[in-house]
């Protein structure tokens, strides 16, 4: 586990990059099996590497992602459907594992 610090998470490359590899990896491999390779390969290389993690505070993260990249991807899979739903299972995995990741102080 990693103390949390929310100022140093503005340049999150620099001081929690482990974590957040980690988050990402975790995240595929809980998913890993239980959908479409393809779909989840394609997610995670073409749109995941180009999100954007952001603390939104009291312990929640938000994955944000490029629209127009996710949208190309959408279209380019057969299965639309399955694809929403990697999607935001993948982006709620991630969230979760971030908050795992960091220690957070119930008080």
Not at 16 to 42: K, P, T, V
Not at 70 to 82: G, H, I, K, M
């Amino acid at each position: 586990m990693t103390e949390f610090d929310p100022e140093k998470f503005e340049e999150k490359y620099v001081h929690y990059f482990e974590e957040l590899e980690a988050a990402y990896s975790n995240a595929y491999d809980q998913l890993h099996g239980r959908y479409e390779s393809e779909i989840l390969r394609a997610i995670d290389r073409k749109v995941l590497s180009e999100s954007e993690p952001v603390y939104v505070g009291d312990r929640e993260f938000r994955i944000e992602l490029p629209d127009e990249r996710v949208e190309d991807v959408r279209a380019a899979v057969d299965d639309t459907e399955q694809f929403d739903t990697v999607l935001a299972e993948f982006r709620e995995r991630i969230a979760d594992e971030l908050v795992r990741s960091f220690e957070f102080d119930d008080a």
